[in-house]
């Protein structure tokens, strides 16, 4: 093929993505180590596996709170070790050089953060260049092995498995896995996502935790940042990433601290309903089901929005008639019946009481009747998807028919 | 009645005549045995004596022999010959050796994965679930996937996905990476043109993964009938394979009709419609309880022919259809639904396209009717052996269009009967194509210098990524940096990845069917009658961005076909001669646009063209070689006609070089385009008018351009320059020797649409482009 050099620029699949491909002024790699050093006060350190930039922060606050009684079991529902304080957590965050996952995806600098004595301490692992990447994962994966609890907001399905392709493809024998690893972000979608757009941790700590980060960095900029590092770009851009890293490991930090609290007393903690309703549903997943049932209502008290509400009374409907408190369950499901989802079951629950429990199919039959018109107005005017309609007409068309019988003998 | 009747209605003498005119008997054969070969694990022989199999055939018995030794194998039989033995075997004994043994299927669709999935589970069952078989593709649920990757001793998919899916996530697939022993290609013959050219790189990508995992995985492939099996094999994997291609299995009797459906008027030379001789062919067989099957060469015609059989064998009450369709846009349920009925006999006729000519197990039927010649000699090859009864005898009749390479091939039998089939082209190293998958290996492992990738200049394409920001290079290695994941912007299959999901809103909105990026443009344009399952939808919208179309049902007396406008624009010459004419002939890179400008109507059964509609879509372009033959002022002045005469000359002489190419490069239709453009460089583009010709005046020097129908060419355009003249003789001999008067659509297209000169100019220009002597109109009998 000699022809190729005249060729190429016909080859679309060579041309630069719109925008992208800029090329940055060339500096020296050592200068710009040292730009870095005294930009973020860190180092280049040495290993088996060659070097990497590592940098050390130590941040006064929050200071570290012993683990509240029963918040382990409900962070982390059936982990086998015994719970440990937060003192022996550590915190975890990467940045990457994208968000798809897949081999070609690199996490560039891997920050992460524990409590000693006088504070948090932060520690950056960042490589200049893809070459330093086996010493930043030997580094990590020491630091690693001091801790039994990883804390991580949506590190299970990205972070780690990120990492664990990272060790993989450097051929590291072992991967460094701590025993617990407590995913923070899902407690938070329990507690937030009624309230919150976004459960993205900057957004949490903007309107729970009641901070602002100020000056922080687009997310969407950073891999952009590290390929214009790499080919020679500037410091400040990415000393700003570094930034943005630290105030996620704090974040997280504080995140951790208020679960601990909220979770060890939810009875005496001040909060809102939705978060009540969250933490009403975490519990009755660790099997708390007294509690669970005294916050749904503590949380219908101080008002849930109309979706949620629905639930909530749905749920102590469910477990009065799980305790065979016919009375209460039987107040819940009254409220409930209207076209909703919520509706069917509490339509089907009293048909399924009056049928069975008080002997009066006349008034089961009634109640099956008036769901079916329910159940076409609701799919007439939308709010019915046409594979629930199905499922629910199929269910109460055959409840009728046999109550019809009933009923006629 | 049995088949051997209603092929003496059809031609009582038994000899051929003007309208069937190759009647091909083939008689049956025994089979050839081997013993199972003694290294042959007791358990697995067992198994397979519980099928009822105690021997091999002997192709059976060489092909997992050779495996067995460890050599490359592709198996080349035919239909119904039982070539999955030939890997399951020796398969499932490496398995049952070492537990730890991973081997990795590739199907060129799902359904056929599917197919292959039920018939190892049921091998399975009597070995006591000893190995783990999953398909993992696009329906595969996300939660099953973990455990797939971790438990299936064999993994069944197909080369999207481990394109997009497997191989950009190798590390989650350590298990079988590790132990990869067996990588099987089953229909090898599909993988030709670009499918096959980026399946070759696909699998470059693919060793390179096995070499980081420490394996060299031995590759079995089987395939229909080509004429260059071991060739095509050889070049997807970069190494040496050993064919098996002399089947030992039985077969039926069977006879072969051609059928040209008989002249309605001679002087127009038009022929009863192909699709509804077809409709009564078929119809015949059905009525007298034989099961038939029923191809089309188009979606399209796929359902109009079954829109005519269910109306004449409707529904009996309370049970289920006798009369099915069967194509790509038809959901996975469906078609498996469908797939059982045909095997259990409960569905009596099934219209499809190419999709069941593939080898998804649906039994052997009695006959097979084809709407068309498929436009290769082993596709029609594969669709006969549809019909393949061992019992009672089979039929296939082949029923001609009045295309010109069907009335070719309908005329000139013993070309079909005793030529050899079709080569199959691949060009791994397309740039265009081997750049995209450079990009995904980056992706996947960093690209080491001095690494080889194909024929590329690995260094210097890397140079080229890097300044484009797409790799970067450190300590002798490159680098993917790229927020993106290459895989997801590149299809195998054609131009875009993009699909359009078909939605019918004539109820609460359902998802019905989907279409690919390019077919959406010419078949759910809006105001189109879109047809699935034999239901008539039109498009009310179509939702660009979205990628969706919304129908509704509608009762139409017509359907609809798009008009495409087609422009080409010469980017840069490879070589150029001087040639009889005066003309010049070229090869060289071109960038095509297309653009569907419009719409016609046309009525079932009468197929009149009943009204039309002009639609303003986005525009298609692609890079693409061509091969061309400009025609100089001098040849185009001394034709003694007038200027839209010799257009209409120009477009019959198009229609016709088309078709000859195609019989001459054995290559399928749709692999090759052709357009005419402006020849000389220095003059400006034509304007546009709907049917592609100048609006006002004239082409200056008109050129005729003949494309590969692919971004980035897959190497058809080079030999048609080497063969211009065997083209244009043939071409001549085409025009020449056709029956009609004065053009008709086997030879330069329909009078009414080509005009009333047509034929006469297109024989004059050709005249003169072989070498000025005439040659006499000569009429056939």
């Keep these: 093929m000699t022809a190729i050099p005249d060729r190429l620029c016909q080859v679309a699949a060579l041309r630069p993505k719109s925008g992208a491909g800029g090329h940055a002024h060339r500096t020296e ?73 897949g081999t070609g995806t690199c996490p560039f600098l891997v920050g992460v953060g524990w409590w000693e004595a006088d504070g948090f301490s932060v520690e950056q692992f960042f490589m200049r260049d893809y070459g330093e990447e086996p010493s930043l994962l030997e580094a990590l994966s020491e630091r690693l092995a001091r801790f039994r609890v990883l804390v991580t907001y949506n590190g299970r399905s990205f972070d780690w498995p990120l990492l664990e392709t990272r060790y993989r493809l450097a051929r590291f024998g072992a991967i460094p896995e701590p025993s617990v690893h407590l995913d923070l972000l899902y407690p938070a979608r329990r507690l937030w996502r009624w309230s919150l757009e976004s459960v993205a941790l900057a957004e949490v700590e903007r309107h729970v935790l009641g901070f602002d980060r100020g000056g922080d960095i687009p997310s969407a900029s950073i891999p952009q940042r590290y390929f214009d590092f790499i080919r020679g770009g500037a410091a400040g851009p990415i000393a700003e990433v570094f930034r943005h890293n630290q105030m996620d490991l704090c974040g997280l930090a504080v995140l951790a601290l208020r679960l601990n609290r909220m979770l060890g007393d939810p009875e005496h903690s001040d909060c809102a309903g939705g978060e009540l309703f969250g933490i009403s549903r975490m519990l009755q997943k660790s099997g708390e089901l007294p509690l669970a049932g005294r916050l749904f209502r503590k949380s219908l008290e101080k008002g849930l929005p109309r979706e949620t509400e629905l639930r909530a009374q749905r749920e102590l409907a469910l477990m009065a008639k799980r305790e065979r408190n016919f009375r209460v369950s039987n107040e819940f499901w009254e409220k409930l019946l209207d076209g909703t989802p919520e509706g069917f079951d509490a339509y089907e629950q009293l048909a399924i009481y009056y049928e069975h429990g008080a002997r009066c199919p006349e008034k089961a039959l009634g109640l099956v009747r008036e769901a079916l018109v329910r159940l076409r107005e609701s799919c007439g005017s939308g709010g019915t998807a046409e594979d629930r309609y199905r499922k629910w007409h199929g269910r109460l068309c055959r409840r009728l028919a046999r109550l019809e019988r009933k009923c006629a003998r | 009645m049995e088949v051997g009747d209603i092929v003496r209605q059809l031609v009582p003498d038994g000899a051929p005549n003007e309208v069937v005119t190759a009647i091909e008997r083939f008689s049956a054969r025994e089979a050839e045995w081997a013993p199972m070969p003694a290294w042959v694990r007791p358990e697995l022989a067992a198994a397979y004596r519980g099928r009822g199999i105690h021997e091999l055939y002997s192709h059976q018995a060489e092909a997992v022999e050779r495996i067995h030794r460890g050599e490359n194998v592709v198996v080349v039989t035919p239909t119904a010959s039982g070539k999955t033995l030939c890997y399951n075997l020796p398969v499932l004994d490496a398995i049952l050796e070492n537990p730890d043994t991973r081997a990795l299927y590739l199907f060129p669709t799902k359904a056929l994965a599917q197919d292959q999935l039920a018939e190892l589970q049921d091998l399975g069952g009597s070995l006591g679930d000893a190995f783990g078989v999953f398909t993992y593709d696009g329906d595969t649920p996300a939660d099953a996937r973990r455990s797939i990757r971790q438990r299936a001793h064999i993994v069944l998919t197909n080369p999207d996905m481990l394109h997009a899916g497997i191989l950009p996530h190798h590390t989650k697939w350590t298990r079988l990476f590790e132990n990869l022993q067996y990588i099987v290609i089953d229909e090898l013959h599909t993988y030709r043109g670009v499918f096959g050219s980026h399946l070759a790189n696909v699998l470059r990508r693919l060793r390179r993964i096995t070499r980081f995992y ?68 078929a119809r015949a067989f059905v009525h007298h309880g034989l099961q038939t099957m029923v191809f089309a060469n188009s979606r399209l015609h796929a359902e109009v022919l079954l829109t005519y059989l269910k109306r004449d064998n409707p529904q009996p009450p309370g049970e289920p259809e006798i009369v099915r369709g069967y194509r790509g846009g038809y959901l996975p349920t469906e078609r498996r639904e469908i797939e059982k009925g045909l095997r259990e006999g409960r569905i009596r006729a099934v219209v499809s396209t190419s999709a069941l000519e593939l080898g998804i197990d649906i039994g052997s039927l009695d006959v097979a009717v084809m709407a068309g010649y498929p436009g290769t000699i082993a596709s029609t090859w594969q669709r006969a052996g549809r019909a393949g009864r061992r019992k009672g005898g089979a039929c296939a009749v082949l029923v001609a269009s009045s295309r010109p390479l069907d009335q070719f091939i309908v005329r000139n039998p013993e070309y079909f009967f005793s030529g050899s089939p079709e080569h199959a082209y691949i060009q791994p190293d397309n740039l265009e194509i081997l750049v995209n998958h450079l990009k995904c290996a980056a992706f996947e492992l960093p690209l080491q210098e001095g690494e080889s ?219 090759l385009g052709a357009t005419i453009g402006e020849g000389a460089p220095d003059v400006a583009e034509p304007p546009r008018a709907p049917n592609g010709a100048p609006s006002d005046g004239e082409w200056f020097e008109p050129a005729l351009y003949l494309f590969d129908n692919y971004p980035g060419g897959i190497g058809q355009s080079e030999p048609l320059y080497r063969i211009h003249d065997l083209l244009l003789a043939r071409t001549l001999e085409l025009i020449s020797g056709c029956e009609c008067d004065k053009g008709c659509p086997s030879c330069v297209g329909p009078v009414g649409e080509t005009g009333e000169r047509s034929k006469e100019a297109a024989l004059a220009i050709l005249q003169r482009l072989v070498g000025g002597q005439s040659t006499e109109l000569r009429r056939q009998p």
């Design chain 2, 214 to 281: 420490g394996r060299d995985p031995r590759f079995i492939f089987s395939s229909a009938t080509i004429a260059n099996p071991g060739e095509l094999a050889r070049r997807l994997i970069g190494g040496d394979v050993e064919i098996v291609d002399r089947s030992g299995a039985p077969s039926g009797e069977k006879v072969f009709l051609f059928y040209n459906p008989p002249m309605v008027n001679r002087f127009l030379g038009i022929r009863r419609s192909c699709i509804n001789e077809t409709w009564r062919i």
């Design chain 2, 453 to 671: 990738f194909g024929e590329a200049d690995l260094e210097l394409l890397c140079e080229r990524l890097a300044e484009s920001g797409y790799l970067h290079r450190s300590g002798g290695f490159w680098y993917w940096t790229q927020e993106s994941y290459p895989a997801d912007a590149i299809s195998l299959r054609s131009v875009t990845s993009d699909n359009f999901v078909i939605v019918d809103e004539t109820g609460p909105p359902k998802i019905i069917g989907e279409v690919d990026f390019t077919s959406a443009l010419s078949t759910v344009h809006p105001k189109a009658i879109y047809l699935h399952g034999a239901i008539q939808y039109q498009v009310e919208r179509m939702d660009f961005p979205g990628r969706k179309a919304y129908v509704k049902q509608v009762d139409a007396d017509y359907f609809t076909q798009a008009i495409v406008y087609t422009e080409v624009e010469r980017l840069e010459v490879d070589e150029s001669a001087a040639v009889d004419g005066p003309a010049a002939k070229a090869h060289g890179d071109v960038r095509i646009r297309s653009q569907v400008v419009g719409f016609k109507k046309i009525k079932f059964y009468t197929l009149e063209n009943v009204g039309s509609g002009n639609l303003e879509l986005p525009e298609n372009e692609m890079h693409t070689t061509a091969y061309w033959v400009t025609l100089r002022r001098a040849l185009i002045d001394a034709l003694p006609y007038t200027v839209s005469e010799r257009q209409d000359g120009l477009f019959g002489l198009l229609y016709a070089l088309e078709s000859v190419a195609c019989l001459l490069l054995m290559c399928d239709r749709v692999d």
């Design chain 1, 29 to 101: 790699g050592r200068r710009r180590a040292e730009e870095l050093a005294s930009l973020l006060g860190g180092r280049m350190e040495q290993n088996g596996r060659g070097s990497h930039f590592r940098v050390r922060r130590r941040f006064a606050g929050p200071a570290a709170e012993p683990l509240a009684p029963g918040a382990w079991r409900r962070l982390s529902p059936g982990s086998v070790p015994p719970p440990c304080d937060p003192a022996g957590w550590i915190f975890l965050d990467t940045e990457t050089t994208g968000l798809s996952g």
